[in-house]
């Protein structure tokens, strides 16, 4: 399993038009068929630039399935997002693979 995590400091002048952009962006990212599912998280940690800081964790299928989103989708969907943002966000994003999943079972 690989995420997909895009973190972005957003201004605070533009939080929260990004914040609503931002929740009708991630299902579109999900329609795509390339992800299972999406957490947006919002980044506790202050930042020395200032702004707001939110991280968005796209679950992919497979790699097959992240690489045909940078292949078929990634452009166009972060082309929305800077037309819109892009003087008041800075965003980067990562790669990650799961390597083992824990969880608490109280039974």
């Known amino acids: 399993m690989y ?9 605070e002048s533009i939080h929260d038009e990004w914040l609503k ?6 299902p579109q990212v999900l329609a795509t068929g390339k992800f299972e599912k999406a957490t947006l998280t919002k980044v ?3 930042e020395d630039m200032g702004g707001l ?3 968005i964790q796209y679950r992919s299928y497979s790699r097959e399935a992240l ?14 997002g800077l ?3 892009a003087d008041k966000s800075l965003a980067f994003r990562t790669e990650l693979q799961i390597v083992d ?4 079972n109280f039974t």
């Open 83 to 85: 037309k819109r943002f």
């Open 53 to 55: 800081t939110y991280s």
């Open 3 to 11: 995420i997909y995590n895009v973190t972005v400091n957003i201004d």
């Open 67 to 80: 690489d045909a989103y940078y292949r078929d989708d990634a452009e166009k969907l972060r082309n929305e």
């Open 44 to 46: 506790l940690v202050g």
């Open 101 to 104: 999943e824990y969880s608490v």
């Open 21 to 26: 952009w931002i929740k009708e962006h991630i």
